[in-house]
């Protein structure tokens, strides 16, 4: 049992989720404890259909454990209402998806400005705040692009710059490598360690890239609604498994 929240980027406890279908119920989660230092990278690997990205989306608050508490620098943001955790999420966590989720129909810099515009900063700012991570993440020239004049690997880091813009102090990364072919995904795992290394940001990855995941500061399984921590020589039992 966790006694000091307060300690910890992030603190889980006795944390359950599951769902009615047809009629049964379907649990997904169950009593699962887990606690990550601020700026630490924490990789979570298991099997398909496991609950890894339930997880992930509860710990970004975009779904709602069935019971039990998720504790974000001591402060549990499910007491939140619904729109005062929409503006918790969109200040204190970035998110960066295996597809990118980039809007076509706008430019690299616009795309990076979203998180600011939904937080009400003036455009000016925005402008200032999204080219200057552009900028950090190498991006500077690529402002005006819009996705699809984009490398793959452009792409991802565009992504990155966007769930950075806000400063956030956790960024949440569903397979960020895993719709990259080996090179450019070695260079994105690259750059999500020089991120946490400038921005000391705390970083959780859910990911079977098995390299990436042998290099994060630590790992957790996944298993029967479980969290267990594992050594370097488990992690392959975990990655080697068909993705979700």
Known sequence: ??????????????LSKSFIHYGNKI?????LELTISPGEIVGIVGASGV????????????DRPTSGNVYFFGKDPFLLDDKGLSFFRNREIGFVFQFHRLLPEFNALENVMMPLILASESRELAIEK????????GLSDKEKYRTSQLSG??????????ALVNNPRLILA??????????TGHKVAELIF???ERFKNTMIIVTHNLTLAKNL???VGLMDGKAFPLDLHEIGDFVKIKKQ
């Open 153 to 162: 690997g452009e792409q991802q880091r565009v992504a990155l710059a966007r």
């Open 27 to 31: 649990n997904i989660l169950s009593e």
């Open 1 to 14: 049992m966790i006694n000091d929240t307060t300690d910890y980027a992030l603190s889980i406890t006795n």
């Open 174 to 183: 569903d397979e960020p490598t895993g719709n990259l072919d080996e090179a």
């Open 194 to 196: 020089s991120i946490n």
């Open 217 to 219: 500061h630590k790992c």
């Open 130 to 137: 999204s080219r200057y991570i552009l900028s950090e993440l």
């Open 51 to 62: 609950g890894k990205t339930t997880l992930l989306h509860i710990i970004g608050t975009l």
